[in-house]
């Protein structure tokens, strides 16, 4: 009698996505070496004026200003 959920999700659970730890890996090592070539690598703007993304399939940033 339960109604189909209408989606199929990878996020949790024994349906975990199958890429998720190399794209952990994949950012551990480019962010190393992204701030071993730019040592000096900050936000150019403070933190809180960062624009996340509040509707998005994806989360993350609209934009992300630095400085180097």
């Not at 199958?18 to 890996?25: H, S």
């Not at 900050?42 to 992300?64: C, I, K, M, T, W």
């Amino acid at each position: 009698t339960r109604q189909a959920a209408g989606h199929v999700a990878f996020g949790h659970g024994v349906h975990h996505c199958l890429g998720a730890p190399l794209a952990r890996m994949e950012m551990r090592i480019a962010f190393s070496l992204l701030f071993q070539r730019f040592p000096r690598l900050a936000l150019a703007d403070p933190y809180e004026q960062v624009d996340f993304r509040v509707f998005s399939v994806v989360y993350g940033v609209n934009s992300l200003r630095v400085t180097w």
